[in-house]
C-alpha cells in the first residue's frame, strides 16, 4: 500500500521567514496530493492540493511543488506570520476504478512561527 | 454552512461500555470516512464509506464498526472499548473519488479507563 512520510516533524521560523515541509510516497499511481492545516482543538482543513499532471500551484504566501519522478512534494510558506502556526499534514490519493479511493496521510509537521 | 458535524466532542468512559461517536455531513457527499489521530502516528484511517449501505475496512479497524444507512450519516461505534482507544477521532466526508480534498469534523476526544 501507500506510504506517505514527512519532515520535518516539527519546524521553527521567525515570523516573516519562510516554511518548507517535504513529503515522499511510495506509489506513483497516486495521483493527488493535498495539504491540511490543522489548529488548535479544530479538524484539519484543507489549504491547498495539487494533482499529477501539475509541478506547481500557488496561492498568495502558499506553493506546493510536485516531482512525480522522485515521488516527492513539498509546501512553501512564505512571509510566515504568527497565524501560520500549527500542525501541517500532506496527502497521498491513490484512486482505482470503481469509485475506491485510498488516502494515506503524513505524520505532520508542528509549525510554529515565533514572532 | 456546509460542514461536518461529529457529537460527541468529548467523551470519557469506562473499559467495555458500548458507545457510539456520530458523524453527519450536509453535503450530500457519497465518501464518508473515520480517523484516529495519535501522537506521532499522524491520521489513520479506522472505516470508509463509499455510499449507502457500502462501507469497508481502513488501516486499523480492529475494535470498531460502522454502519451508512443513509447517505449523511456515518457513526462510529465501539462495542467494548479498550484502553488503547483513548484517541482523538475525526470523522471525515467528500465527493465520490476525493477529488477535491476532504472536509472534516471537529473531533471527538475519547479517554477510555
Known amino acids: 500500500g501507500e506510504n506517505v512520510e514527512q519532515h520535518p516533524s516539527t519546524l521553527s521560523v521567525q515570523e516573516g521567514d519562510s516554511a518548507v515541509i517535504k513529503c515522499t510516497y511510495s506509489?506513483?499511481?497516486?495521483?493527488?496530493f493535498p495539504w491540511y492545516k490543522q489548529e488548535l482543538g479544530k479538524g484539519p482543513q484543507l489549504i491547498i492540493d495539487?494533482?499529477?499532471?501539475?509541478g506547481e500551484k500557488k496561492d498568495q504566501r502558499i506553493a506546493v511543488t510536485l516531482n512525480k519522478t522522485a515521488k516527492h512534494f513539498s509546501l512553501h510558506i512564505t512571509e510566515t506570520q504568527p497565524e501560520d502556526s500549527a500542525v501541517y499534514f500532506c496527502?497521498?490519493?491513490?484512486?482505482?476504478?470503481?469509485?475506491?479511493?485510498?488516502?494515506?496521510f503524513g505524520t505532520g509537521t508542528k509549525l510554529q512561527v515565533i514572532p | 454552512e456546509a460542514q461536518v458535524t461529529q457529537n460527541p466532542r468529548y467523551l470519557i468512559t469506562v473499559t467495555g461500555k458500548k458507545l457510539t461517536v456520530t458523524c453527519s455531513q450536509n453535503?450530500?457527499?457519497?465518501?464518508m470516512s473515520w480517523y484516529r489521530q495519535d501522537p506521532g502516528l499522524g491520521l489513520r484511517q479506522i472505516y470508509y464509506?463509499?455510499?449507502?449501505?457500502?462501507?469497508d475496512k481502513g488501516d486499523v479497524p480492529e475494535g470498531y464498526k460502522v454502519s451508512r444507512k443513509e447517505k449523511r450519516n456515518f457513526p462510529l461505534i465501539l462495542e467494548s472499548p479498550s484502553p488503547n482507544q483513548t484517541s482523538l477521532y475525526f470523522c471525515?466526508?467528500?465527493?465520490?473519488?476525493?477529488?477535491?480534498?476532504?472536509?472534516f469534523g471537529s473531533g471527538t476526544r475519547l479517554t477510555v479507563v
Open positions: 506509489d506513483s499511481a497516486s495521483n493527488y
Open positions: 495539487i494533482r499529477s499532471n501539475v
Open positions: 453535503m450530500n457527499h457519497e465518501y
Open positions: 496527502a497521498a490519493r491513490l484512486g482505482r476504478s470503481g469509485g475506491y479511493q485510498k488516502v494515506t
Open positions: 464509506s463509499m455510499n449507502v449501505e457500502v462501507t
Open positions: 471525515a466526508s467528500s465527493t465520490q473519488g476525493a477529488l477535491y480534498g476532504y472536509t
